[in-house]
C-alpha cells in the first residue's frame, strides 16, 4: 500500500507472487508441499516468506529447523525475529520484517 504495509486484503498466494518477484525479478516457482514458506531458489539465495493472515510468525530456532532447502544464502519474511545477529551472519541469513500493523492481529 501507499504507506509502506502489506495489504492484507490481497491473497497469500498474490503476495508470495509480489514479494519472490521483488526479490529476484523472476516468476514464483511452484510451491514445495514439504516446505511451505519457502518461495524458491535464486543464485543460490533461498526465499521463505513465513506469513499467516491471522497470526504473528517469528524467525526462530523452531522455524530454522524446518528449513530443508540448502543454498549460500537465505532470506526470510516474518513479523518477528528471535535469533541473534551473530548467528544470522554465521549462516547467512538475512530477515526482513513483514511491513504490516501486527497490532491489529
Known amino acids: 500500500m501507499q504507506d509502506g504495509k502489506l495489504n492484507e486484503n490481497v491473497d497469500t498466494e498474490e503476495l508470495r507472487k509480489y514479494v519472490y518477484f521483488m526479490e529476484t525479478k523472476q516468476s514464483l516457482p511452484p510451491a514445495s508441499p514439504a516446505e511451505p514458506y519457502l518461495l ?3 543464485s543460490g539465495t533461498a526465499y521463505y516468506f513465513c506469513y499467516e493472515r491471522d497470526a504473528v510468525t517469528k524467525l526462530d530456532m523452531a522455524f530454522l529447523r524446518t528449513v530443508r532447502t540448502q543454498a549460500d544464502g ?26 504490516r500493523d501486527i497490532r491489529k492481529l
Open 40 to 42: 524458491g531458489v535464486s
Open 74 to 99: 537465505y532470506v526470510i519474511y516474518a513479523d518477528l525475529c528471535n535469533v541473534n545477529e551473530a548467528f544470522l551472519k554465521e549462516h547467512h541469513i538475512t530477515f526482513r520484517k513483514i511491513p
